[in-house]
């Protein structure tokens, strides 16, 4: 799956691979997650191919790149202002190193954990 892009040189491709890097990189920074949800079954793929293996999922359509994200949280008091705050760092993140996309971000909040 891909997004392209012409220029006068040539064409771009930007893989779906690369937007989950770009999604986990600003997750990693994010001082409200404790760390992505992984699954069961995720968590035994883990073990034969651990870097490169991301619960982010991405979908690339026409018009626009849909990101869905499990995350565990810091316990805070207000979640849905938190998931907010999480979607508008990973579009700010997406729009800095893909221009003129369009992006629906769903933060899933999978618990909730003390520091």
């Known amino acids: 799956m891909r997004e392209e892009f012409s220029t006068e040189l040539?064409?771009?491709r930007i893989y779906s691979?690369?937007?989950k890097q770009i999604v986990n990189t600003s997750i990693q920074k994010n001082p409200y997650i404790k760390r992505l949800h992984f699954s069961s079954g995720l968590k035994i793929l883990r073990f034969f191919r651990p870097s490169t293996l991301l619960p982010i999922k991405v979908v690339m359509a026409k018009d626009k790149?849909?990101?869905k994200v499990p995350v565990i949280v810091y316990y805070e008091e207000n979640?849905?202002?938190i998931a907010g705050k999480i979607q508008e760092e990973?579009?700010?993140k997406l729009q800095e190193h893909i221009?003129?996309?369009n992006f629906e971000i769903d933060v899933d909040i999978r618990g909730i954990e003390g520091r």
């Open 65 to 67: 790149i849909k990101v």
């Open 99 to 101: 221009d003129s996309v």
């Open 17 to 19: 691979s690369v937007v």
């Open 90 to 92: 990973i579009a700010t």
């Open 79 to 81: 979640i849905s202002e």
């Open 10 to 12: 040539g064409h771009i």
